[in-house]
């Protein structure tokens, strides 16, 4: 299967902003996706963008978006304890079609 | 609070046991999906219902069977599980299957937590 990768853990500061990456594979997806999840609960998306976009802000998240590289990032600013989760991308694997490809995940810890 | 309601939250079965999941929303979304995720590791799709049609089996064994009664309602049956089954089992569902480019983003539940001894 195709891996979609992304950095496993990730330790910010109360305040400070973070950046996660995903790395993906498939250079025909539609969109690309951002799910957060809370331990012992599902995925909640939070933010998505089109492939044919660079950029697209909503609030504290900031998508960026090199589909050259096919590269991916996660902009949270002023990073609040309540952002600690897994955050995972996801590529919609040959365009359209809902069956997302998730990322492995990376763990995102907020230090008080 | 989810949209997406999955019930059991939590489910402890034997290797002989015969146990469904149960899936549900009111969105009146037209496609619902069964993801596994293990432990530590990415959701991986099992199926997909489009207008309660199976349309994506993603090779998965027979001792999971899905079932789409109504627009609504989804269900997995389990059947003569193994040990390495063990998993977080999330339910989503999306307005559509998209096509032509349209978003149709996934709305997940809070998944069952299958325990299989």
């Known amino acids: 299967g195709e891996d979609v990768e992304q950095s496993l853990f990730l330790s910010v500061r109360e305040g400070d902003s973070s950046v996660i990456n995903c790395t993906y594979t498939?250079?025909?997806?539609?969109?690309l996706y951002w799910y957060k999840q809370e331990p012992g609960a599902g995925l909640q998306l939070l933010t998505y963008?089109?492939?044919?976009?660079d950029m697209t802000q909503d609030q504290r998240l900031t998508v960026l978006l090199n589909k050259k590289d096919k590269h991916l990032s996660l902009r949270i600013a002023d990073t609040q304890t309540g952002d600690s989760a897994i955050y995972f991308c996801?590529?919609?694997?040959?365009?359209?079609?809902?069956?997302?490809?998730f990322g492995t995940g990376t763990l995102l810890a907020v230090q008080p | 609070d989810t949209e997406v309601t999955q019930t059991p939250k939590h489910l402890v079965m034997g290797m002989t046991n015969k146990k469904s999941l149960k899936c549900e929303q009111h969105?009146?979304?037209?496609?619902m999906y069964w993801y596994k995720q293990k432990a530590k590791k990415p959701p991986e799709l099992m199926f997909v219902?489009?207008?309660?049609?199976?349309?994506i089996n993603e090779s998965v064994p027979s001792r999971f069977s899905p079932e789409c009664p109504n627009s609504s309602l989804l269900n997995l049956h389990l059947h003569a599980l193994q040990p390495e089954d063990s998993a977080l089992y999330l339910c989503?569902?999306?307005?559509?299957?998209?096509?032509?480019?349209?978003?149709?983003?996934?709305?997940f539940g809070n998944g069952t937590r299958l325990t299989v001894t």
């Open positions: 996801a590529e919609d694997y040959g365009g359209a079609t809902n069956k997302l490809i």
């Open positions: 989503a569902s999306s307005p559509t299957v998209p096509t032509g480019g349209v978003i149709s983003p996934l709305h």
């Open positions: 963008i089109f492939s044919n976009m």
């Open positions: 498939d250079s025909s997806s539609t969109y």
């Open positions: 969105m009146g979304h037209r496609a």
């Open positions: 219902y489009s207008y309660e049609k199976l349309s």
